[in-house]
C-alpha cells in the first residue's frame, strides 16, 4: 500500500468524526437559543414529509429506469440495426440531457389528469417528477447493462451456444446473473444521483424536502432558521446518499480483484 | 436570405404541427438566443475555473498533512453527497445574504446569481475533479516517485514535474466524465433567476405554449454540446496517450 493509499484511507476514518462534530456544534447552538430549537421542533414533520417525498419518488424512478434500463441495454447490442440504431440514439440523448430538463418536460408536456376507461385519474405533478428521473435513469442503467454484457468474455457464449443454448437463453441464464454483480457499484452510484435529483422536483412545484424547507423559512422569516433549514436539508440528504456512496466505494474494491 | 430561410422553417415545422413562430416575432426570440448564449458562456467558463480548483483540491488531497487534506476530504464528501441545487439555494439565500449584512444592504453587494452558479457548480465539479486527479496520482508507479526524490526533486516539484502529468493522463477518462455532468449542472441556475436557456425557455412557452417544440432543440443542444465534450476529450487523451501504455490508437 502506498502512502496515499493509507493518507486517503485515514481521512475516510476520519470523517464521521468530523461530521459529529458539526452536529455537536449545532446541538450546542440549538440548546443556546430555546426558541430557535421550538421553532425546528414544530417544522420537523412538516420538513419530514418532504423528505418522505423525495425517497418515494427517487425509489419508484430507480425501479422503472432500471426494469426499461436493462431491456434497452439488451437491446443496444441486438444484431438487427433498425432495433439497435433507434435504442443508442434515445440513450445518447437522454444520458445527455440535464436531469431538470427532462422534469420540465414531462411536467409540462403531459396532462394533469388521464381518461381510462371513462374515468379522470388525476396524473399528480411527483408522478411526473418520477417519470422525468425515471428516463434519465433508464438510460444509464442501458449503459451499465451493455457495458457489463459486454465486459464478459465471447468465450461464454461460444461455450453456452455449444452447449445448445439460443441466443436469449445463454443472455437469461449464463450472461446476466454475471452482469449482475459487475453492474452493481455503478448502479448504486446511480441511485445516489438520482436520490439527490429529487431535489429538482421542487422547483416545479412537488412538495418535498427542498420545497418544504423554503416554504418554512419563508414563514419563520428568521435568517438564523433559514440557515437551519438548510443544514437540516444538507444532512438529510448526506445521511441518505454517504452510506450509499461509501459502500459502492467499498463493493468497487472488492470486486476490483 | 436568413429571413426567408427562417419563415421556410416555421412554415415546414407548422405543417408537421409543430409551432416555431416565436422565431419571426423579436423580443421572444432574442430571450431565446441569450438563453443558449448565456448556457455557452457558463460552460465555457466553468470549465477552466472548475480544472483549477480540481488541481488545487487534489493537490491539497494529497498532502501529507492532515489539518491540509481533510478539509478538502470533508468538502468533496459534503459536495458529493448532497444535491447541487440545495447546495446553490443555500448558498444564495444564505451565503448571499450574509454577505449582504456585511456590506450593509443588498444595494452594495456586488455578487450576482451568476456569481453564485459559477461558484457553486464550479467547487461542486472541482470536488469531482480532485477525486479523479488523487486516484491518478496513485495509479503513479511507487518507483517513478522514489526515482525523482532520488535525483532530489523537493515534494512540490515530484508532483508538477512528474505526478501531475502522469496522473492528469490517468484521469482524462474521468475528467471528461465529469465535464458532460458540468455541461448538465448549469441548468440549476433556473433556480435563481440565471437566464440561461432553461429559464429563458420558461419565457417563451408560457407565452406561447409550445413546450414540446422547445424541448426537442433543448434536448438536441445538450446532446450536440456533451457529443463535442466527449468527442475533444477523446482528442485530448489521445494526443496525451503514453507510448506502450493501453490498447494504442
Known amino acids: ?257 | 436570405m436568413g429571413n426567408s430561410l427562417l419563415q421556410a422553417f416555421i412554415d415546414w415545422t407548422g405543417k408537421i404541427g409543430l409551432n416555431y413562430e416565436f422565431l419571426a416575432g423579436g423580443y421572444e426570440a432574442q430571450i431565446w438566443r441569450g438563453g443558449f448564449i448565456t448556457t455557452l458562456y457558463l460552460i465555457v467558463l466553468l470549465i477552466p475555473v472548475s480544472l483549477a480548483f480540481g488541481l488545487l483540491f487534489a493537490a491539497m488531497l494529497t498532502s501529507s498533512r492532515k489539518l491540509v487534506s481533510a478539509p478538502v476530504r470533508a468538502f468533496i464528501e459534503i459536495t458529493r453527497n448532497t444535491p447541487t441545487l440545495v447546495q446553490l439555494m443555500f448558498s444564495f439565500l444564505v451565503l448571499n445574504t450574509l454577505v449582504s449584512n456585511v456590506l450593509g444592504g443588498a444595494q452594495n453587494n456586488p455578487l450576482s446569481p451568476f456569481f453564485w452558479v459559477v461558484a457553486v457548480v464550479g467547487l461542486h465539479v472541482a470536488a469531482l475533479h480532485a477525486d479523479a486527479i488523487r486516484a491518478g496520482i496513485e495509479a503513479v508507479p511507487e518507483q517513478t516517485v522514489e526515482a525523482a526524490r532520488a535525483i532530489g526533486f523537493t515534494r512540490l516539484q515530484i508532483l508538477r514535474f512528474v505526478e501531475a502529468p502522469l496522473a492528469i493522463r490517468a484521469s482524462l477518462p474521468a475528467l471528461v466524465n465529469n465535464l458532460i455532468n458540468l455541461v448538465k449542472l448549469t441548468t440549476v441556475g433556473n433556480a435563481i433567476a440565471v437566464s440561461e436557456i432553461t429559464y429563458a425557455s420558461i419565457m417563451v412557452w408560457t407565452q406561447r405554449d409550445n413546450v414540446v417544440e422547445l424541448m426537442i432543440v433543448i434536448l438536441l443542444f445538450f446532446s450536440a454540446i456533451n457529443l463535442a465534450v466527449a468527442r475533444i476529450g477523446h482528442w485530448v487523451e489521445k494526443r496525451l496517450a503514453v507510448p506502450g501504455f493501453g490498447v494504442g490508437s
Not at chain 1, 424512478?61 to 444484431?79: D, Y
Not at chain 1, 461460444?158 to 446473473?177: C, T, V
Open chain 1, 1 to 257: 500500500m502506498t502512502n496515499a493509499k493509507i493518507l486517503s484511507a485515514s481521512a475516510h476514518n476520519r470523517l464521521p468524526w468530523l461530521f459529529g462534530a458539526l452536529i455537536v456544534i449545532a446541538a450546542i447552538w440549538l440548546l443556546a437559543d430555546l426558541s430557535l430549537l421550538s421553532t425546528l421542533i414544530e417544522w420537523l414533520p412538516y420538513l419530514g414529509s418532504g423528505f418522505l417525498m423525495n425517497i418515494l419518488i427517487s425509489l419508484l424512478a430507480m425501479t422503472g429506469g432500471t426494469l426499461v434500463g436493462v431491456i434497452l441495454g439488451i437491446l443496444q447490442l441486438a444484431p438487427l440495426k433498425i432495433v439497435r440504431y433507434p435504442v443508442v440514439f434515445y440513450v445518447q440523448v437522454f444520458r445527455n440531457a440535464p436531469h431538470l430538463v427532462l422534469i420540465f418536460a414531462t411536467t409540462y408536456i403531459f396532462p394533469f389528469e388521464i381518461v381510462v376507461a371513462g374515468h379522470y385519474l388525476p396524473f399528480p405533478d411527483w408522478l411526473k417528477a418520477v417519470i422525468g428521473l425515471a428516463i434519465p435513469a433508464s438510460a444509464y442503467v442501458a449503459e451499465i447493462t451493455r457495458g457489463a454484457i459486454q465486459s464478459i468474455a465471447t468465450t461464454q457464449w461460444e461455450a453456452a451456444k455449444g452447449l445448445g443454448f439460443s441466443r436469449l437463453q445463454a443472455l437469461r441464464w449464463i450472461i446476466l446473473p454475471q452482469c449482475a454483480r459487475r453492474s452493481l457499484p455503478p448502479w448504486m452510484n446511480l441511485f445516489a444521483s438520482i436520490t439527490m435529483g429529487t431535489a429538482l422536483a421542487s422547483l416545479v412545484g412537488v412538495h418535498e424536502l427542498l420545497h418544504a424547507a423554503t416554504d418554512a423559512s419563508t414563514a419563520v422569516r428568521r435568517l438564523d432558521f433559514t440557515v437551519l433549514a438548510y443544514i437540516v436539508v444538507m444532512t438529510a440528504f448526506f445521511v441518505l446518499c454517504y452510506p450509499i456512496s461509501s459502500l459502492t466505494r467499498r463493493l468497487e474494491r472488492r470486486l476490483k480483484v
